[in-house]
């Protein structure tokens, strides 16, 4: 089975500057998704960025930008001039690419509740 | 196009009731997956429904239940209410689940409190 770990339950950063956030992953699997998901207090899930895992090249989205390492089995998020809307819980998701109904879900990481400070 | 939406948005049970939460993917999604989320326990993973079918069930005792209907539309039902079973309910839509690359979009959720 596989699992997602994300060591940092809490971060803050200071209104402009650049914040990363850590999320690493078991798999024996080769070819796989990973995600960053955002939870605001409203408690909606929203997706931040996503990562094919047979795609070298990183992920970048706006601010937003990951560092996937493969062979670590890591995949930070790297949030640049933070905002007061980026706080929130950040949650880092793993999915299968394989065929088979089983496969097809989110496994999450607990989170890490980013706060932005002014 | 409209986003996934959850009703009710909360819900207040007894023990020993049972609960139905509903989720309406957004349009032209076929697949829909229902989480639990909990402070203790985190995102876990109760079902995933495709073209009616469950294909996919994530380690929850049988009082958890689900169904999807023919114009995708999901229901989840739990029999017996348990005071662990108080929490936020999401569900996640996606145009097939299957093995591409398919983000699942998620509804608002349902809070549900069990006393």
């Known amino acids: 089975a596989q699992t997602v770990t994300q060591s940092q339950p809490e971060m803050s950063v200071q209104e402009a500057e650049t914040v990363t956030l850590s999320c690493t992953y078991d798999?024996?699997?080769?070819?796989?998704?990973l995600f960053w998901y955002k939870q605001p207090p409203s408690r909606q899930m929203i997706l931040v960025i996503r990562?094919?895992?047979?795609?070298?090249q990183n992920a970048t989205e706006n601010r937003f930008s990951v560092n996937f390492q493969k062979a670590a089995k890591s995949f930070s998020l790297k949030i640049s001039d933070s905002q007061l809307g980026d706080a929130a819980m950040y949650f880092c998701?793993?999915?299968?690419?394989?065929?088979?109904?089983?496969?097809?879900?989110?496994?999450f990481g607990k989170g890490t509740l980013l706060t932005v400070n002014p | 196009k409209a986003g996934v939406t959850q009703t009710p948005r909360y819900l207040i049970k007894t023990r020993g009731q049972q609960v139905t939460l509903s989720c309406s993917p957004i349009?032209?999604?076929?697949?829909v997956s229902w989480y639990q989320q909990t402070p203790g326990q985190g995102l876990q993973f109760l079902f995933e429904?495709?073209?009616?079918?469950?294909?996919n069930k994530g380690n929850f005792p049988g009082r958890f239940s689900g169904r999807q209907f023919s114009n995708s539309r999901s229901e989840m039902n739990v029999s017996t209410l348990e005071l662990g079973d108080s929490a936020l309910y999401l569900c996640?839509?996606?145009?097939?689940?299957?093995?591409?690359?398919?983000?699942?979009?998620f509804g608002p959720g349902t809070r549900l409190t069990v006393l």
């Open positions: 996640a839509s996606s145009f097939t689940g299957g093995p591409v690359l398919d983000t699942q979009y």
């Open positions: 798999t024996s699997e080769s070819d796989y998704y």
């Open positions: 990562q094919e895992a047979y795609k070298q």
């Open positions: 998701a793993y999915r299968s690419a394989r065929s088979g109904g089983s496969n097809y879900k989110l496994t």
């Open positions: 349009s032209g999604h076929r697949s």
């Open positions: 429904y495709f073209s009616e079918t469950q294909r």
